[in-house]
């Protein structure tokens, strides 16, 4: 399968700070990444879709100020977790499917290892 | 109402025996794909099996495979002779629309844990 890279893998932060979380896809060009956010026990939920050049696409209720995000590259997205509050301590981790295999694996979304976020 | 439901937060299951996550859904998008992953303590997300709405035979992957029962939209996961390794969470998870399309977002299930005993 396809791999995808995250970075850091955890990071702690002092409340008022700003975390920039990296996705790369190492071995297939991405031009779609999601980014999903996972607390404790709890499923993923997506936070927003990254498109290559273009403005990332929010779920509802995901302040899109709070959480930025860049596709500047077709192997690359980051999230920028602004101004980081006790409560956006979570699990943050991004997938993106293989274009080259979405007729055999039908869209596979790849996951990065995630990054766990805690602000203090 | 949920797209994806998953019935069972947890199960035990002894070492070699087979066992059985639910997964139900729904949508009506004639074109859809479910997927299963598996969730270790590490947090990484294992993409373990696929199954396409207009797929024909239920998918295999090894020790995986999906009981794909399209008029109960059901998507059940076997896992045959478990390994104490396979003690994780498990995702269902679904796709609407067909691969490569605008939106191919997936939507989770609420997971199951599965402890295999020894």
């Known amino acids: 399968g396809a791999v995808v890279s995250q970075h850091p893998s955890w990071v702690i932060c002092k409340s008022g700070t700003s975390v920039k979380i990296e996705c790369r896809s190492l071995d297939f060009q991405a031009t779609t990444m999601f980014w999903y956010r996972q607390f404790p026990k709890q499923s993923l939920m997506l936070m927003a879709t990254?498109?290559?050049?273009?403005?990332?696409?929010?779920e509802q209720g995901v302040e899109k100020d709070k959480f930025l995000i860049n596709h500047a590259s077709l192997t690359l997205s980051t999230l920028t977790v602004t101004s980081a509050h006790p409560e956006d301590s979570s699990f943050y981790i991004c997938s993106a499917p293989d274009p080259g295999l979405a007729d055999s694996s039908g869209d596979t979304q790849y996951f990065g290892p995630g990054t766990r976020l805690t602000v203090l | 109402a949920q797209k994806i439901t998953q019935t069972q937060p947890g199960m035990f299951v002894q070492e070699k025996e087979a066992v059985t996550l639910d997964c139900t859904y729904d949508?009506?998008?004639?074109?859809?794909?479910l997927f299963w992953y598996k969730q270790p303590s590490s947090g990484e997300m294992i993409f373990l099996i696929y199954q396409g709405s207009y797929d024909q035979q239920n998918a295999t992957e090894g020790r995986y495979s999906l009981n794909f029962q399209k008029a109960r939209k059901s998507a059940n996961l076997v896992i045959s002779a478990s390994q104490l390794g396979d003690s994780a969470m498990y995702f269902c998870a679904m796709r609407e629309g067909p691969p490569g399309g605008a939106t191919n977002k997936l939507i989770f299930g609420t997971g199951t844990l599965l402890a295999v005993q020894p």
């Open positions: 949508t009506s998008d004639p074109s859809y794909g």
């Open positions: 990254s498109n290559e050049g273009s403005k990332a696409t929010y």
